[in-house]
């Protein structure tokens, strides 16, 4: 396929040639061709081999003309030519669409007409601009449509001369961004949304980019490093809080942008003359990390004064308890007595029901020795099969197979939750009567996850599944199962039997979502 002008230029030379030869050079006007051109056979084939030329020039060139036009016609944006003047000479259907118009109505018409009253200047500074052949940048117009609606485009314009350097025509492309615009405005609101959250949380807030400058941050923050917003963005963060910069936090930062997992973290700031201690959580964003500094001294102060304080009153209860026991001791000695002195009937009744409130007591303070731990340490994540192995450590399981499954299984737990599975192996060793195995595995849900404990002996009866987490309910002290549930419900864990009596038991310790995780996947869940 052949351009355009070349075409033309072939054309131009093939017609020349054909009037060569019907005016051959030297012969006057209106001279008759000697021998008769046209009779003559060989000018006659010649003649129609540039006539056949000629028209498969013409062809080519229409052609040529019908493809460019169409290129303009379907093409996906608005596309204007007008004159200098700004009246519009051609159109496109994406055009015609955009203003509500067919094409050819709106040859003729100034182009100014379907332009809002306040962009009308903006379009004739931009073809003043073309007229003294000077590059216009692409702008923002308002287009009105004979309905009267309106819509915003971005509106690019050039110059096209024609070949010989004379008439020029105006090219004008615009496309409709009310979309864009929406978006634009969207993003806006929601960043001044977002700057309204974090300027008025009570967290010192810090966006870092992936270098760990400063993108934005808020007045908390700025309290803390004593320099204005403007001042701080783009300046690294180690600038502004060198605290953040030792090998711990500087590790935690990368930890998060490499992982893509949130965490938390702390440090220390010499502030207003003292120490203070902050929490420091770390959030991955797109554009690098969100970190957020809380102050915490006060917090780990009272914590700390709440640990010295209950560590006394652990001791004065220890003392305390020591004592009961010790002076039950004495009494459960008399009583002793005077039973082997006692031969009234109905003394004896009496020694009985003394000794029983006895046993009571003593039960109730073996409990108290219990229940002091829970709470006392912090949450952890435990491994499920390292606590299995622990609780089994003080039992004897005979002949009786542990079987645990889901080895990379962690829980957010109180460290007392050895004892919950300490517990439940123990009950099922003294009251399973016929169990030899036992089972322990994690079953997955919507809900998060439960920790199945199931054995093979011979179950709980219904009536007593409702009491079964009862204080003082059992045949021992009573308070295994109690104790179990307060242990576990420190971080939302919760402890529910499904078993069918005659066929063992099924407790199911319900986990949360974010209160377990997978190690060998490498998530948190």
């Known amino acids: 396929m052949q351009p355009f002008t070349p075409a033309l230029d072939d054309l131009l030379e093939q017609l020349e040639a054909l009037d060569r030869r019907l005016h051959p050079p030297g012969a006057g006007e209106g001279a008759v061709p000697s021998g008769d051109l046209l009779l003559q056979k060989s000018h006659l084939a010649e003649i129609y081999d540039l006539t056949d030329a000629l028209i498969a020039g013409i062809r080519s060139v229409d052609a040529e003309f ?23 000479l051609e159109a496109n259907r994406a055009a015609g669409t955009l203003l509500g118009l067919a094409p050819d109505l709106m040859r003729g018409v100034s182009l100014d007409t379907y332009l809002h009253p306040g962009c009308i200047p903006a379009f004739r500074s931009a073809v003043a601009t073309l007229t003294r052949d000077e590059e216009v940048p692409v702008q923002e117009f308002s287009f009105v449509r004979p309905d009267g609606s309106a819509f915003p485009a971005a509106v690019a314009v050039s110059t096209s001369h024609d070949s010989y350097g004379g008439s020029a025509e105006y090219l004008w492309a615009f496309c409709d961004i009310s979309k864009q615009k929406r978006i634009e405005e969207a993003l806006r609101e929601s960043e001044e949304r977002y700057r309204e959250l974090t300027g008025n949380i009570s967290d010192a807030f810090i966006a870092l980019d992936k270098n760990g400058h400063i993108v934005s941050w808020n007045r908390v ?6 320099r204005p917003e403007e001042e701080a963005v783009g ?39 003292s ?65 082997e002195r006692a031969d009234d009937p109905e003394l004896l009744q009496y020694y009985l029901k003394e000794e029983e409130a006895i046993r009571d007591i003593q039960r109730y303070m073996a409990f108290t020795a219990e229940y002091r731990d829970v709470g006392m340490a912090s949450p952890v994540w435990e491994d499920i099969s390292r606590i299995v192995r622990e609780a089994m450590a003080g039992l004897d399981t005979g002949k009786v197979a542990v079987e645990v499954q889901g080895d990379d299984l962690e829980v957010y737990a109180d460290p007392l939750i050895v004892r919950v599975f300490a517990n439940l192996i123990d009950n099922s060793l003294r009251h399973g009567v016929s169990v030899t195995r036992i089972r322990i595995r994690p079953e997955e849900s919507d809900r998060g996850i439960s920790i199945v ?48 009596p005659g066929k063992g038991v099924r407790f199911l310790i319900d986990v949360p979502p974010g209160f377990y995780r997978f190690t060998g996947r490498g998530r948190a869940r």
Not at 66 to 88: A, D, E, I, K, Q
Not at 244 to 255: K, M, P, S, T, Y
Not at 471 to 476: A, L, N, S, Y
Request: net charge negative.
């Open 221 to 226: 923050a700025a309290g803390l490093s004593g």
């Open 66 to 88: 019908r493809r460019c036009r169409n290129r303009l016609t379907y093409l996906p944006v608005g596309f204007l030519s007008t004159g200098p003047g700004g009246v519009v």
């Open 235 to 273: 300046k690294s963060i180690c600038d502004l809080f060198p605290d953040l910069c030792d090998e711990a936090v500087i590790g935690f930062f990368q930890e998060v942008a490499e992982t893509g997992r949130a965490g938390v973290s702390e440090c220390r700031f010499a502030l207003r003359g």
């Open 453 to 500: 404990y199931e054995d093979d002996g011979i179950g709980i009866p219904h009536a007593e599944k409702e009491k079964l987490f009862e204080r003082g309910f059992g045949r021992q002290t009573g308070f295994g199962l109690f104790l179990a549930r307060e242990i576990l419900a420190i971080t939302d864990l919760s402890i529910r039997e499904t078993g069918e």
């Open 275 to 339: 120490e203070h201690v902050f929490e420091v959580r770390a959030i991955p964003t797109r554009e690098g990390i969100s970190v957020y500094l809380r102050d915490i001294t006060d917090a780990r102060m009272a914590r700390e004064a709440l640990l010295l304080a209950n560590r006394k009153l652990n001791l004065l209860s220890d003392v305390t308890r020591h004592d009961i026991l010790n002076r039950l001791n004495v009494l459960s000695g008399y009583l002793d007595l005077f039973r």
